[in-house]
């Protein structure tokens, strides 16, 4: 959804239990080096869409996700791309609570980091990855054309269908 109505207001009830189902993402190691910036209050989210060119309509809420790096490092030398992959994983958790609620939401990767650093006052060690819009939507959109599994899916070696 990158579109909202703007009217409204998310629950705290709703709001805890879509950053639970970012907690209980897969995490490489156990090692959970996401870590969630709540952003509710609407001249922050005005000064964050200023940066953020992906960023369109009127959010309720933001969720920035972000790598703790030090935690990362504990993974090895893959560790802060298997970071990246377990945000993502917490970030898409929290995108099916939020449906589950009735809460649209839209990841956001186009964004200045260093500008939402600086806004949010977030420390060096820890790097933004995704913006996760959430807000309520006046009506569903109709789902994208996805490939079908007959294109996508493989069996015992690449390019062998049933």
């Not at 207001?9 to 969630?36: K, T």
């Not at 791309?81 to 990841?107: E, F, H, K, T, V």
């Not at 015992?156 to 049933?162: C, F, L, M, S």
């Amino acid at each position: 959804m990158r579109r909202f109505s703007g009217e409204g207001d998310i629950p705290d009830e709703y709001m805890q239990r879509i950053l639970e189902a970012g907690v209980w993402a897969p995490s490489a190691g156990g090692i959970q080096p996401w870590e969630f910036i709540v952003v509710r209050d609407r001249g922050r989210i005005y000064q964050i869409k200023l940066v953020s060119p992906g960023l369109f309509g009127d959010p309720l809420a933001i969720v920035v996700v972000c790598v703790n790096l030090e935690r990362a490092r504990k993974g090895g030398r893959g560790g802060e791309m298997m970071a990246i992959m377990d945000a993502s994983m917490a970030a898409q958790n929290m995108m099916l609570a939020a449906y589950s609620l009735g809460i649209g939401s839209c990841p956001i990767a186009s964004f200045s980091k260093a500008a939402v650093k600086e806004l949010l006052e977030i420390p060096d060690h820890v790097e933004p990855i995704l913006l996760l819009t959430l807000g309520y939507v006046d009506q569903w959109p109709n789902p994208p054309r996805r490939r079908s599994l007959e294109e996508v899916v493989h069996y015992e070696g690449y390019r062998k269908h049933r």
